[in-house]
């Protein structure tokens, strides 16, 4: 099993910034795919970006220049800097861990951390 915990939700201004932050423990395998995922309240859960192991990075078109993935493996920790944030941004944000080497790429998911933009 994984286990996921994310901080740093909170409430901020339009054009503020948020730095989350989402732990790893567990059988965490090295070569793995950490991300971070949105759900709007009546809405989809939706990528936000993600970061493999060996550093690529892949955003969704609403945050790029705007948000920026990162890792630590050693700790285990993704990071989701968030800069310029909007209203349309306000959402319950879940990080995630997968791996092709462990259980099939089975996603599990933190608890999710609010993230509301509003003056």
């Not at 790029?64 to 990071?79: A, E, L, P, W």
Request: net charge positive.
């Amino acid at each position: 099993q994984v286990q996921l915990v994310e901080s740093g939700g909170d409430l901020v201004q339009p054009g503020g910034s948020l730095r989350l932050s989402c732990a790893a423990s567990g059988s965490i395998i090295s070569i793995n795919t950490m991300g971070w995922y949105r759900q709007a309240p009546g809405k989809q859960r939706e990528l936000v970006a993600t970061i493999h192991t060996w550093g690529s990075t892949n955003y969704a078109d609403s945050v790029k220049g705007r948000f920026t993935i990162s890792r630590d493996n050693v700790q285990n920790t993704v990071y989701l800097q968030m800069n310029g944030l909007k209203p349309e941004d306000t959402a319950v944000y879940y990080c995630s861990w997968s791996s092709s080497y462990y259980r099939a790429g089975h996603v599990y998911w933190g608890q999710g951390t609010q993230v509301t933009v509003s003056s």
